[in-house]
């Protein structure tokens, strides 16, 4: 180990942030099981990749100013 890895090495140190979450973890032991509920609600899902491929073709691009008036077209 270098000088510089010695005097910076600090090895009882946690920072606020970590003792906060590792009390809220012990005061709540439920905590993580809620939040991989809650990944795999919002998150984790499996994608049919032919049905967005559909998707995707069958998309229409949209004109940069969607309110505007179009000059070709007559009044």
């Known amino acids: 180990m270098s000088f510089l890895q010695r005097i910076f090495r600090r090895p009882d140190y946690r920072s606020d942030v970590t003792q906060f979450i590792e009390q809220l973890k012990t005061e709540k032991p439920e905590l993580e099981a809620q939040q991989r509920a809650g990944r795999a609600l919002w ?33």
């Open 43 to 75: 998150w984790d899902k499996h994608l049919d990749r032919d049905a967005l491929a559909e998707w995707k073709d069958a998309r229409v691009p949209q004109k940069p100013y969607v309110y505007g008036d179009d000059p070709r077209r007559p009044r």
